[in-house]
T-cell receptor
Framework: AQKVTQAQTEISVVEKEDVTLDCVYE???????LFWYKQPPSGELVFLIR??????QNEISGRYSWNFQKSTSSFNFTITASQVVDSAVYFC????????????????FGKGTKLSVKP | EADIYQTPRYLVIGTGKKITLECSQT?????MYWYQQDPGMELHLIHY???????EKGDLSSESTVSRIRTEHFPLTLESARPSHTSQYLC?????????????FGPGTRLTVT
């Protein structure tokens, strides 16, 4: 069975603080894909990053960085120098190779972490 | 920028009414999804489709039904709305390929059944 755990339900920080959102996943598949999405108050989910199981390189995009560690089954997301506009719910998600074609690409989402950045 | 649309954005309706939530995308994606998001934020996949005339149930059992007659359109219908159907409904689409690509989400429909 596959599962994504985001243990932090809510995090509150003050602007300019760094913050790390944790994501731990479970799967027996050797080929899988991990995603992060952001859901601002407007409601739609916005894609942030996709990482496949064979690529453990960390990634940095501006103030955002991701740390993928297969040894601990974690794919953590760090925001450096947080800003008020970063306030949102962040979801980590997992996709595995399906046994049949139709469900290919289906995502298993964590429960989300609500980040509040105060000025 | 993703082009996926949902209407209405907000809907308040009485118990027993039939409702259809509309979802359309202009990206030519073969795969489309419906999610239900509860107030606790958790997302549940309730339906998906991988092409015209295909519909599949998701991980969470739902009394709603869907249809996929055209690639760009994936409406969700509730034959008889109940207060337990009150929720946020999110539609998404993606390319249907291996490896899986990201899903693009619509703005959601917030449904309240009184």
């Amino acid at each position: 069975a596959q599962k994504v755990t985001q243990a932090q339900t809510e995090i509150s920080v003050v602007e300019k603080e760094d913050v790390t959102l944790d994501c731990v996943y479970e799967t027996r598949d050797t080929t899988y894909y991990l995603f992060w999405y952001k859901q601002p108050p407007s409601g739609e989910l916005v894609f942030l990053i996709r990482r496949n199981s064979f690529d453990e390189q960390n990634e940095i995009s501006g103030r955002y960085s991701w740390n993928f560690q297969k040894s601990t089954s974690s794919f953590n997301f760090t925001i450096t120098a947080s800003q008020v506009v970063d306030s949102a719910v962040y979801f980590c998600a997992l996709s595995v190779r399906a046994n049949y074609g139709g469900s290919q690409g289906n995502l298993i989402f964590g429960k989300g972490t609500k980040l509040s950045v105060k000025p | 920028e993703a082009d996926i649309y949902q209407t209405p954005r907000y809907l308040v309706i009485g118990t027993g009414k039939k409702i259809t939530l509309e979802c359309s995308q202009t990206m030519g994606h073969d795969k489309m999804y419906w999610y239900q998001q509860d107030p606790g934020m958790e997302l549940h996949l309730i339906h998906y489709s991988y092409g015209v005339n295909s519909t599949e149930k998701g991980d969470l059992s739902s009394e709603s039904t869907v249809s996929r007659i055209r690639t760009e359109h994936f409406p969700l219908t509730l034959e008889s709305a109940r207060p337990s159907h009150t929720s946020q409904y999110l539609c998404a689409s993606s390319e249907f390929r291996d490896p899986p690509y990201e899903q693009y989400f619509g703005p959601g429909t917030r449904l309240t059944v009184t």
